[in-house]
């Protein structure tokens, strides 16, 4: 069966209201698929009450991923084996949204991580003027004859490490970091971002964080002060958000393997003009984040004084997420071609981190000191959702990015002719389905697709007549 290969490369037709265009229409498309009343129900308290603060479904749908993205970056010590690797739960979240659609409200949420990022500054700091007072004391003697042994220079943690920054400087603030802090890029532009990467001072920076995601070995030597920085155990969690317009300013194409690395959450808002008169006795949303801050203070805390956390699943659970992964990974196969299969494998990688993040939440509430704790169902199933609905956006997103895109030919209507023009029922195609060697969900998606094209009525439940055209 011949591919056909469609290339963006060079165009910028894609991009800016087409683009913009091509996400909300997927977006219509899926958004029933993400129930995100229920998910909010069945979140973790100390993350619900966060997203009950806002009002709109699509706030509440940007606060949902944004605060547990937040809440991993306070994880430090929360482990999880998955494909015969450590990994942990930090996540990287681009938040694509038109113009005074609702993401401003994303800078409230840095009130919730205010306080926890202010004591780490103070201490980088104490421990900056006593290395200066020593070093100083240390000169001071050294010129009167008297050799004392130098003073080590300390690492100086940040939690809330700017997006806009160089190679160079964020491999020194993920070394100072060390396994024991994790950073937090949190920029509502993505400009800010995008200019890191695009710049002459941060040509390494799509490689580093393409390393970071996996938390792989990295190292850098310098010239001067003849430096080796090695970081064993990077970890770094990122939330950046934009417009449709900006995306080909942070990924200049779909070969970019740090898109796959990016959990995406597009759409857009109604036009209608909202209320934005104050309720009498409510607080600045500001103040509202502000007050749930102590949450994550403590969980924070708890974490942190935990050496090690270690999230497992059950064997049912390892099975829906290899299932989840064969189905997503074939429809990025006919959609998007080989260059696109990274973007299911990774995002199953994100489903579990989602789960873990879900799972240690949990074991903060419960002031839990086990080490060694199961996913629970409902927590299993809101990742399996969340990170659904991020790879449709992902996937749509993928096509439209400069670069190339091998899809397979519309196997929806292979699919069509190789039906039998009477009633069928799927048990009734067994031989169809070993013949295209496709699992049954796919069948079930090609069956939908001829349906929405009028190819195909349904006469009853799981009972289909053909339609010639």
Excluded at 160 to 179: R, W
Excluded at 306 to 334: M, P, V
């Amino acid at each position: 069966m011949s591919n056909t290969i469609i290339s963006n490369q060079g165009g910028k037709a894609p991009f800016g209201s087409n683009l913009q265009t091509n996400i909300e229409s997927r977006h219509s498309d899926i958004a029933t698929s993400l129930n995100l009343d229920q998910i909010t129900q069945d979140l973790p308290s100390t993350l619900r009450q966060c997203i009950n603060l806002l009002d709109t479904y699509e706030e509440r749908k940007i606060a949902t991923y944004a605060v547990i993205t937040l809440a991993g970056s306070l994880m430090p010590n929360v482990e999880i084996n998955y494909d015969g690797s450590v990994n942990y739960p930090q996540l990287m979240l681009l938040i694509s949204y038109p113009p005074a659609s609702g993401k401003g409200k994303l800078n409230h949420m840095l009130e919730l991580i205010s306080s926890i990022d202010l004591e780490i500054n103070e201490q980088s700091l104490r421990e900056a003027r006593k290395y200066k007072s020593d070093y100083d004391f240390y000169k001071s003697n050294l010129k009167k004859g008297d050799r004392k042994e130098q003073p080590v220079k300390p690492n100086l943690p940040l939690y809330l490490i700017p997006g806009n920054t160089t190679s160079s400087k964020l491999m020194q603030q993920l070394a100072e970091n060390g396994e024991s802090q994790v950073g937090l890029i949190f920029e509502t532009e993505t400009d800010a971002l995008a200019n890191m990467l695009g710049s002459t001072h941060g040509i390494d920076n799509s490689m580093m964080l393409r390393k970071v995601f996996h938390h792989e070995s990295i190292s850098q030597m310098r010239k001067t002060n003849n430096e080796h920085l090695m970081v064993a155990k990077p970890k770094l969690a990122i939330i950046v958000s934009g417009t449709p317009s900006q995306i080909p300013k942070l990924f200049s194409s779909n070969s970019d393997g740090l898109f796959s690395r990016f959990m995406i959450v597009s759409g857009s808002s109604p036009i209608v003009w909202k209320d934005v008169k104050p309720s009498v006795g409510t607080l600045p949303l500001s103040l509202q984040f502000k007050g749930l801050s102590s949450n994550f203070y403590l969980m924070w805390q708890h974490h942190a004084s935990h050496k090690s956390l270690n999230i497992i699943f059950s064997e049912s659970q390892w099975k829906r997420i290899n299932d989840q992964g064969d189905y997503l990974q074939s429809i990025c196969l006919e959609e998007g071609g080989e260059n696109a299969v990274s973007i299911s494998r990774r995002h199953m990688n994100m489903m579990a981190r989602i789960a873990s993040i879900l799972t240690a939440v949990r074991h903060y509430e419960s002031r839990s000191s086990e080490i060694e704790v199961e996913c629970n169902t409902a927590d299993f199933n809101i990742a399996l959702d969340l990170s659904e609905y991020s790879f449709y956006q992902a996937l749509e997103l993928f096509k439209v990015l400069p670069g190339e895109v091998t899809k397979q030919p519309k196997r929806a209507m292979e699919f069509y002719y190789k039906l039998p023009d009477i009633v069928f029922t799927t048990y009734q195609i067994q031989d169809i389905i070993l013949e295209m060697n496709v699992q049954i969900r796919m069948i079930q998606r090609y069956i939908r697709e001829l349906i929405n094209m009028g190819y195909l009525i349904e006469i009853s439940k799981n009972r289909y007549k053909k339609i010639k055209k």
